[in-house]
């Protein structure tokens, strides 16, 4: 069995050498006598792994010391909910800017707590561009304004971060976290599921403004309060150790890969080899996101007629190109090129492209 070229969009790809690690210590890591999921969250060494994925998270996204480094059990919809609850009071407006599936995900959670006013709406145009920031309409007196760096299923990206003045800006990372170099300084919070970029589903990152936990928000329990999880170093309660090990090796892996400047050249240089065989295909393969906000890391695109869809995805496969079925609510195709796609697999799904097309067209 040989491990195909993975361009699902999450859970994702994982480097080679991160799971071969985590096969190697399965049993028995770090001289403990036992596999690290099978040790107590507050032993001395499974604290130590802790503070250095941390450490590491830190050293590669720049990561200022006045903010708050969160991993908590959970996806980015949890998150989603916990932002209003935590800087929210309730009834107060929160903005929000939607420029495709997530951000309505983002509305749909914050809505038992807060008015959600809708800042900007890039679905009557298909969600093919994001509404120019001029037009805008923000709530001076917000608890936040609310975005997605990075559409998934849309393939929309933010290529600037956007200015919303005084309001603090929230940023749903998901899918491009540690993409590129980020300047953390500009957001509120930055929240990420970790199951593309950053390892194993099942934990969150969260970035947060330290001023900001001293928001009141509203009536929660505990276990919902982020400065609560960031006064215990989000040991509250359990955390997903397995989740959080797995985490800490990717991250180190990516700081050994050369950090994030690489990958933004490697992400650049995938995402350009992908949408030049669409752009040079003469109309046969078509993405239809306005060229400047064309995500780097998931490129949905059409065939000329849906009737081949099956078969492009049944051949890719055979020709060991996993997962690039489109997501059901864009249909298509869609190729994920997160940081482990190494740019070997995007001229790989390259040149099947230009095969297929010629032997479909
Ligand atoms: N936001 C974005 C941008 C996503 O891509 C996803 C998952 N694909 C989510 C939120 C939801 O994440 P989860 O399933 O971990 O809750």
């Known amino acids: 069995m040989t491990r195909a070229f993975n361009f699902s969009a999450g859970p994702a790809t994982l480097p080679e050498s991160v799971l071969r690690q985590a096969q190697a210590e399965m049993l028995e890591w770090n001289g403990v006598g036992a596999s690290v999921v099978e040790i107590s969250h507050r032993s001395a060494d499974f604290i130590a792994l802790a503070e250095r994925a941390e450490a590491d998270l830190r050293q590669l996204l720049s990561i200022p010391d006045d903010y708050a480094v969160l991993f ?68 001076p007196d917000a608890a936040y304004v609310h975005i997605t760096a990075n559409e998934t299923i849309h393939g929309i990206e933010f290529r600037d971060t956007p200015d ?79 989740n959080w090990y797995l985490l800490g090796l990717t991250v180190k892996w990516m700081l050994d890969e050369g950090g994030v400047a690489e990958f933004a050249r490697r992400n650049a240089e995938k995402a350009r080899l992908v949408y030049g065989a669409i752009d040079g295909s003469g109309g046969y393969y078509r993405n239809e996101v306005a060229p ?64 297929f097309a010629q032997r479909h067209g």
Do not use: C
């Not at 300084?185 to 194993?200: D, E, F, H």
């Open 292 to 355: 400047g906000v064309r995500s780097r890391m998931n490129i949905p695109f059409f065939l000329p007629d849906e009737r081949l869809d099956a078969l492009f995805v049944s051949e890719s496969k055979a020709a060991g190109l996993l997962a690039l079925k489109g997501h059901k609510a864009v249909g298509g195709i869609r190729a994920s090129l997160y940081n482990a796609m190494p740019v070997a697999g995007a001229q790989a799904l390259v040149d099947f492209m230009h095969d």
């Open 72 to 139: 908590l059990a959970g996806g980015a919809t949890t998150q989603q909910a916990l932002l209003p609850l935590n800087f929210a009071s309730p009834g107060q407006t929160v903005d929000v800017v939607v420029t495709g599936h997530w951000g309505k995900t983002a509305i749909k959670q914050a809505k038992p707590y807060v008015n959600v006013h809708i800042a900007a709406d890039g679905e009557p145009g298909g969600f093919r561009d994001i509404p120019p920031r001029a037009q805008w309409q923000l709530s």
């Open 164 to 242: 919303v003045g005084e309001v603090p800006l929230f940023a749903d990372f998901s899918s491009s976290i540690a993409s590129e170099p980020l300047d953390v300084s500009r957001y509120g919070l930055i929240y990420a599921g970790a199951q593309k970029n950053l390892g194993p589903v099942g934990i969150s990152v969260v970035i947060v403004r330290r001023d900001l936990l001293a928001r009141a928000g509203q009536p929660r329990a505990d276990i919902f309060n982020y400065a609560s999880h960031a006064a215990r170093d989000s040991m509250l309660n359990t955390p997903p150790t397995w």
